[in-house]
């Protein structure tokens, strides 16, 4: 156990099991743990009425990663565990559009909690780590299944542009190729294994813009990726993101950065 010293107590955090492929543990973030030696001294009440706050920017908001770890570790029979529950289901919905997709990832992820609850769920340590970048894997996970299904809505269709966007912003400038980082010879062994790891056509995608060639281009001589898998702009550039979130994901839970 994490154990930190306090005015009136001592507040333990449960650590947690994951292990990297190096025998490591997985840690939380600096700032999270800070954060538990805020809340966990608070009053049961006034705890349950800090989740219940949605707003990033409002000085009580409680960041979800520990908000889930509160919904981990909380005894189901306790008089404030219906509320946390509660806080942390309405966050993960609001940040899922309705529909088909929006049912199949909050189905997973609570999945994910009955079985955590009987037998520990190792999957969950990393939402406790980085829950947002941890759900739009989910995410991602049931739009590909989705896409297996009769009557899908296509990857490119309006209503996908919030995911673009999301994608967009969860992706920000991680560049998995950066010359720093491809100088260690490390971290290009578990980048070339994660590239592997990709769907056919995200691995496409991205072998082709490794060697320079556009994602698109007005010019009617120039061959874009777009013209040669004969697919719309945005389609290649969501694809693309999808890969280099993949491959940051795969390289942060192995600790390449």
Not at 3 to 30: E, I, M
Not at 43 to 69: G, M, W
Not at 199 to 221: A, H, N
């Given at each position: ?27 939380r973030l600096p700032s999270i743990e800070v954060k538990f030696r805020e809340i966990l001294t608070l009053p049961p ?25 509160l919904v981990r570790t909380w005894k189901p029979d306790d008089a404030q565990f219906e509320a946390i529950y509660k ?55 049931a739009q590909r299944q989705a896409c297996r299904e009769p009557n899908h809505s296509p990857i490119d269709d309006p ?99």
């Amino acid at each position: 156990m994490d154990t930190f010293d306090s005015a009136a107590t001592k507040v333990v955090v449960r650590p947690l099991r994951k292990r990297t492929f190096q025998g490591k543990p997985y840690l939380r973030l600096p700032s999270i743990e800070v954060k538990f030696r805020e809340i966990l001294t608070l009053p049961p009440t006034e705890l349950a009425n800090r989740c219940a706050v949605q707003d990033r920017k409002d000085s009580a908001f409680i960041p979800t990663e520990c908000l889930l770890y509160l919904v981990r570790t909380w005894k189901p029979d306790d008089a404030q565990f219906e509320a946390i529950y509660k806080s942390l289901a309405q966050r993960i919905l609001r940040k899922l559009p309705k529909g088909q997709v929006r049912e199949k990832v909050f189905e997973a992820f609570v999945d994910l909690l009955a079985r955590d609850r009987t037998s520990y769920a190792e999957r969950l340590d990393y939402f406790e780590i980085r829950f947002d970048s941890a759900l739009l894997s989910l995410r991602r996970d049931a739009q590909r299944q989705a896409c297996r299904e009769p009557n899908h809505s296509p990857i490119d269709d309006p209503g996908n542009a919030e995911l673009r966007h999301e994608m967009e912003e969860t992706v920000g400038t991680f560049n998995p190729f950066d010359s720093a980082a491809l100088d260690r010879s490390d971290y290009r062994s578990h980048l070339d294994a994660a590239i592997n790891t990709l769907p056919i056509e995200q691995k496409q995608i991205v072998k082709l813009w490794l060697e320079g060639m556009p994602i698109d281009s007005t010019d009617p001589g120039t061959m874009s990726i777009a013209k040669k898998l004969g697919k719309a702009e945005k389609t290649i550039r969501l694809h693309r993101d999808q890969a280099f979130a993949t491959l940051r994901s795969i390289l942060e839970k192995r600790n390449m950065l």
